[in-house]
Every structure is written in structure tokens, then in C-alpha cells.
């Protein structure tokens, strides 16, 4: 779908036309000029002064013609970046109107296409917006249908009910440990993870480079007399390593780290149930992990093959039923909505299956053509359900986990989704995982340890957000850990030196 723009030439729009046009099209391409090839052809006139008003006429090849106007007062800004970002939401509403009123398809979630969109509503709740009011905004500004504005109210609530002090973590910090290693790669998979058979020796040396951030990051923040909220083991697939060398992992994790015992949570992903043994199950134990995931992804065993996993669908709740017996009690499962050759009956299936299992919490993913993905690299080769199918199986999701009482309590959002809709995390109340509440609200740093990982620092006065990542392959972080971790620390002492260590 070949699309030209009239009227814009400002290149800074060009992103958010361009993510748009990708909510409706497979294929879309901008062109920033007349272009009598275009499939259609809209023009925008944009005034500005004390008010933002925008006209877009769209005229496809037939000769149809569609308008959308949208006006808004500029609200107060200090910088031109702030005051741009208000034109270009204003530009992409009547983009947005036009090119839904054309198509015929209503994009749920609006204009936005960011991954975390419940952050909107935490920060009206902050500000102490009434909750008509924040919908109406939210509904007014971004064109959110009521049905998403519903779910993420109701993932707020939620979240505030597990973590009450939400607001006020940002004197603690959550780890996040990267793990790069799995039995195979996924074809979807774009998280760093290399197949662990041969590695041995880079994945010693990987641990040993994984080791002294722990144990550095450990020294800094018992030094600031800065808790740790949640640690979250992640990859990668934690459990590909050995359980002598998970049991040393842990071991480094209660020697370097502060107040470990009073950590409100660890995690640790067991996805592949190829990789969990009673040896690793016993070395959980031992260190009082009780949270896990075993993630199916689907219970087809041609899904499974197709996608790269080789483990089956029994061995899948094989393991999880000896992860119950020996100890288990909050175990987290994710299904992967359109995967390739899936439709409804399939992921019917995988819904009847979980329910036989009925884990802690369930997380229902929503297929993404991942830029680096093997699937985006060769999608001719993997067939998906189309747009009006996906939505069907997320609303079997929606109607399943209601009715076997799991309740949404996080979600995000990822470029290249099928049918533009999310990935939403559902639990049995009371068994939500804190770190995936921390990790998409943001409102406490996270730091990176391991290959891959990335740290999130957030200002705890101003709430300014720095990144920073570790090299993605192992051989990379092998030669550079030491300087990583020193350079986090550098960060970290920036952050607290004119605040202080926290109360």
C-alpha cells in the first residue's frame, strides 16, 4: 500500500505517519510527495497558534474523498520538543479518522502505539485526575475505544491493590538477570539467546563475568542502603545452565546481594521445559524460589516443531506436574495467540489443556513479526490467522480467564502486532508477579545484569528515564563485563549524588 502525504514535510513526523499507516496495512510504504502510483493521497493543512487545528482530505484512486478535522488548545510546555509532540498528535487523530473512516476498521487503541499504554493512566491517577474525567481525556486525546480504557483502569486497580506503595518505590530498585542461553532458538525470538550445545566454555565465562556484577552492583547498593524490590531471573532460559551452576548463581545472589530474604519476590524463567530436572527443581528449592514459568506457547505439536521448540506437549505437562510436586507454588504460563498454521480450534486446544494444569497466573501473548526474527525474515514460509481471527482468539482469552477467575493485572503493547491489539498478563489475585508490574509502570530502576540485559534508571526526583545496555552476545560481554559494571555504577552514583542514600 503505497501512500502519499501532502503538506508535511517536516521529517519528524514521519515516524508516527509511518507506525500508523502499519496499524492498517501489511505492507505500507510513505511517500512524502504527490504521487500519482498511490493507492490514496491525503493532504493535511495545519494551523498553529494558541490552537492546534488540523484538516486531512483523503482521495483514493477512485476518485472517493473523505476529510477529518481535530482541534485542540495548545496545554502549557516548556521545551519545542513538548510543544511538537502536541502537533503530531494532533496530525496523527485526523490521520488516524481518515484512514479508519477509508478502511472500515476501528483501531482500538487509537493513536497510540507505544508498548506501555497504562503508564497514561497511572500518571492521571497521580495527578489526581477524577476517573471520568482521566477516561474522557484519554478517550478525547487518543481516540482509545472504551473497551481498552476499561481494561486498563482495571489493570490499575489491580496493580495498586497488589503493590499499594507503587508510587513510592523509587528509593529501591528491581535486578533483572540475563541468561543468553536456550536449547534452541524460536523463530519469533529476537531476546538474546544462543544455543547452549558446545558453548561450555563461553558460558564459564559468562558466569564468572556474571558473578562479579553481582557482586559489585551488590557492594554499591549495600553501601546507599538501597533495597531490592523483585529480581527476575530471565534470558535467554535461566534453566539451561547446570543445576551446580544455578546453585552457585544463587549462592553469589544471597552473598552479594542486601537483605535478600526480605526481597518481595525472585523469579525465574523455566520457559522450556526441556531444560527442568528434578536436579534444578531441588536447587530452586533450596534457595526458596518458588516462582517459576514453563511456558507451552501452544499445545499442537506441529506448532511447536514449526516454531523451532523441541520439546512436546506432553513433556511440557510432565514438567509442570513435577514442578507442583516438588514444591512450585506460583508457576506462570504463557500462550502465544497466532502463531503460524494456528487458528481458533488450536488455540481452543491450548485453552482446554491449561485448564486441566490451572498454573498461578497466565500470560497471553499476541504473535509479533519481530524486525530480527527468523518468522519476519521468512514470513512466505509462516502463515498466520488474519486480523479478524486474531481478535476472536483474544476474546476467547478475555471470556476463558474471567470465567476460571484470573483477573488482568499488566500489559504491553509491540510494533508489528497482529491485529494492533497486546499482551496481557493475567493471574489468580493474590499471585500477580511484582516485577512485570515494575518493569512496565516504571516507576523504579531496574538494573541489567548479564548478556543482553538492559538497566533502566530512573531519576527518583524528576523521574527522567536513562537505558543502558550489555552486549547481546556472550563473547562481546565476556571481553567487557568489567567495564559495564562500572559504568553502572557511574550512573548510579549520579543518580544519588546530590540526592543522597534514600531514607
Same mark, same amino acid.
Given at each position: 500500500?503505497?501512500?502519499?502525504?501532502?503538506?508535511?514535510?517536516?521529517?519528524?513526523?514521519?515516524?508516527?505517519?509511518?507506525?500508523?499507516?502499519?496499524?492498517?496495512?501489511?505492507?505500507?510504504?510513505?511517500?512524502?510527495?504527490?504521487?500519482?502510483?498511490?493507492?490514496?493521497?491525503?493532504?493535511?493543512?495545519?494551523?498553529?497558534?494558541?490552537?492546534?487545528?488540523?484538516?486531512?482530505?483523503?482521495?483514493?484512486?477512485?476518485?472517493?474523498?473523505?476529510?477529518?478535522?481535530?482541534?485542540?488548545?495548545?496545554?502549557?510546555?516548556?521545551?519545542?520538543?513538548?510543544?511538537?509532540?502536541?502537533?503530531?498528535?494532533?496530525?496523527?487523530?485526523?490521520?488516524?479518522?481518515?484512514?479508519?473512516?477509508?478502511?472500515?476498521?476501528?483501531?482500538?487503541?487509537?493513536?497510540?502505539?507505544?508498548?506501555?499504554?497504562?503508564?497514561?493512566?497511572?500518571?492521571?491517577?497521580?495527578?489526581?485526575?477524577?476517573?471520568?474525567?482521566?477516561?474522557?481525556?484519554?478517550?478525547?486525546?487518543?481516540?482509545?475505544?472504551?473497551?481498552?480504557?476499561?481494561?486498563?483502569?482495571?489493570?490499575?486497580?489491580?496493580?495498586?491493590?497488589?503493590?499499594?506503595?507503587?508510587?513510592?518505590?523509587?528509593?529501591?530498585?528491581?535486578?533483572?538477570?540475563?541468561?543468553?542461553?536456550?536449547?534452541?532458538?524460536?523463530?519469533?525470538?529476537?531476546?538474546?539467546?544462543?544455543?547452549?550445545?558446545?558453548?561450555?566454555?563461553?558460558?564459564?565465562?559468562?558466569?564468572?563475568?556474571?558473578?562479579?556484577?553481582?557482586?559489585?552492583?551488590?557492594?554499591?547498593?549495600?553501601?546507599?542502603?538501597?533495597?531490592?524490590?523483585?529480581?527476575?531471573?530471565?534470558?535467554?532460559?535461566?534453566?539451561?545452565?547446570?543445576?551446580?551452576?544455578?546453585?552457585?548463581?544463587?549462592?553469589?545472589?544471597?552473598?552479594?546481594?542486601?537483605?535478600? #530474604?526480605?526481597?518481595? !519476590?525472585? =523469579?525465574?524463567?523455566?520457559?522450556?521445559?526441556?531444560?527442568?530436572? @528434578? %536436579?534444578? /527443581?531441588? $536447587?530452586?528449592?533450596?534457595?526458596?524460589?518458588?516462582?517459576?514459568?514453563?511456558?507451552?506457547?501452544?499445545?499442537?505439536?506441529?506448532?511447536?516443531?514449526?516454531?523451532?521448540?523441541?520439546?512436546?506437549?506432553?513433556?511440557?505437562?510432565?514438567?509442570?506436574?513435577?514442578?507442583?510436586?516438588?514444591?512450585?507454588?506460583?508457576?506462570?504460563?504463557?500462550?502465544?495467540?497466532?502463531?503460524?498454521? #494456528?487458528?481458533?480450534? !488450536?488455540? =481452543?486446544?491450548?485453552?482446554?489443556?491449561?485448564?486441566?494444569?490451572? @498454573? %498461578?497466573? /497466565?500470560? $497471553?501473548?499476541?504473535?509479533?513479526?519481530?524486525?530480527?526474527?527468523?518468522?519476519?525474515?521468512?514470513?512466505?514460509?509462516?502463515?498466520?490467522?488474519?486480523?479478524?481471527?486474531?481478535?476472536?482468539?483474544?476474546?476467547?482469552?478475555?471470556?476463558?480467564?474471567?470465567?476460571?477467575?484470573?483477573?488482568?493485572?499488566?500489559?504491553?503493547?509491540?510494533?508489528?502486532?497482529?491485529?494492533?491489539?497486546?499482551?496481557?498478563?493475567?493471574?489468580?489475585?493474590?499471585?500477580?508477579?511484582?516485577?512485570?508490574?515494575?518493569?512496565? %509502570?516504571?516507576?523504579?530502576?531496574?538494573?541489567?545484569?548479564?548478556?543482553?540485559?538492559?538497566?533502566?534508571?530512573?531519576?527518583?526526583?524528576?523521574?527522567?528515564?536513562?537505558?543502558?545496555?550489555?552486549?547481546?552476545?556472550?563473547?562481546?560481554?565476556?571481553?567487557?563485563?568489567?567495564?559495564?559494571?562500572?559504568?553502572?555504577?557511574?550512573?548510579?552514583?549520579?543518580?544519588?549524588?546530590?540526592?543522597?542514600?534514600?531514607?
Amino acid at each position: 500500500m503505497k501512500i502519499s502525504i501532502i503538506g508535511l514535510e517536516d521529517a519528524r513526523f514521519d515516524r508516527s505517519l509511518q507506525l500508523i499507516a502499519n496499524l492498517f496495512f501489511e505492507e505500507s510504504e510513505i511517500v512524502k510527495s504527490y504521487d500519482d502510483k498511490a493507492e490514496i493521497v491525503i493532504s493535511f493543512t495545519l494551523q498553529e497558534d494558541r490552537v492546534i487545528s488540523v484538516q486531512a482530505e483523503l482521495k483514493d484512486h477512485t476518485g472517493k474523498i473523505l476529510k477529518a478535522e481535530y482541534e485542540k488548545e495548545f496545554l502549557p510546555y516548556e521545551t519545542e520538543k513538548e510543544r511538537f509532540k502536541q502537533i503530531k498528535n494532533a496530525v496523527a487523530h485526523a490521520y488516524l479518522t481518515v484512514l479508519q473512516d477509508w478502511t472500515g476498521m476501528t483501531q482500538k487503541w487509537g493513536i497510540l502505539t507505544g508498548v506501555r499504554p497504562t503508564k497514561l493512566l497511572h500518571r492521571k491517577v497521580q495527578e489526581g485526575v477524577p476517573r471520568e474525567k482521566a477516561h474522557k481525556q484519554l478517550k478525547d486525546d487518543y481516540l482509545i475505544t472504551d473497551e481498552k480504557i476499561a481494561l486498563m483502569q482495571h489493570i490499575v486497580d489491580r496493580q495498586l491493590a497488589v503493590v499499594p506503595d507503587l508510587y513510592s518505590l523509587q528509593q529501591e530498585v528491581s535486578i533483572y538477570i540475563g541468561i543468553p542461553f536456550c536449547p534452541t532458538k524460536c523463530a519469533y525470538c529476537t531476546f538474546p539467546a544462543y544455543a547452549i550445545n558446545g558453548r561450555q566454555g563461553s558460558v564459564d565465562s559468562f558466569l564468572g563475568g556474571l558473578h562479579y556484577e553481582m557482586e559489585k552492583i551488590g557492594a554499591w547498593l549495600k553501601e546507599k542502603g538501597i533495597r531490592i524490590t523483585t529480581v527476575y531471573y530471565g534470558g535467554g532460559t535461566p534453566t539451561s545452565i547446570t543445576a551446580d551452576e544455578m546453585d552457585m548463581l544463587y549462592e553469589e545472589m544471597y552473598t552479594s546481594f542486601p537483605d535478600v #530474604e526480605n526481597i518481595r !519476590e525472585i =523469579t525465574v524463567e523455566a520457559g522450556r521445559p526441556d531444560t527442568i530436572t @528434578p %536436579e534444578k /527443581l531441588e $536447587v530452586l528449592k533450596k534457595w526458596n524460589i518458588d516462582r517459576i514459568s514453563i511456558n507451552p506457547q501452544s499445545y499442537t505439536q506441529e506448532t511447536l516443531k514449526a516454531i523451532g521448540r523441541h520439546h512436546t506437549v506432553t513433556e511440557t505437562i510432565d514438567k509442570y506436574h513435577l514442578a507442583r510436586e516438588m514444591g512450585m507454588n506460583n508457576i506462570n504460563m504463557d500462550l502465544i495467540i497466532g502463531l503460524p498454521g #494456528e487458528g481458533l480450534a !488450536e488455540f =481452543t486446544n491450548s485453552l482446554e489443556e491449561t485448564e486441566k494444569l490451572m @498454573p %498461578e497466573s /497466565l500470560t $497471553v501473548h499476541t504473535l509479533s513479526f519481530k524486525r530480527a526474527s527468523e518468522m519476519t525474515k521468512n514470513k512466505e514460509k509462516y502463515k498466520v490467522a488474519d486480523r479478524t481471527e486474531v481478535e476472536k482468539m483474544m476474546e476467547l482469552a478475555e471470556d476463558w480467564t474471567e470465567k476460571h477467575g484470573y483477573t488482568p493485572y499488566y500489559l504491553y503493547r509491540q510494533k508489528n502486532i497482529l491485529g494492533n491489539l497486546e499482551n496481557v498478563g493475567y493471574s489468580i489475585p493474590g499471585q500477580e508477579s511484582i516485577y512485570n508490574i515494575m518493569i512496565m %509502570e516504571e516507576q523504579q530502576t531496574i538494573i541489567g545484569l548479564g548478556c543482553g540485559a538492559s538497566s533502566k534508571f530512573i531519576d527518583p526526583v524528576s523521574g527522567k528515564i536513562t537505558h543502558f545496555a550489555n552486549p547481546k552476545d556472550p563473547k562481546s560481554y565476556n571481553e567487557s563485563f568489567e567495564a559495564y559494571a562500572e559504568e553502572k555504577i557511574k550512573i548510579l552514583d549520579e543518580l544519588y549524588s546530590e540526592k543522597g542514600s534514600p531514607a
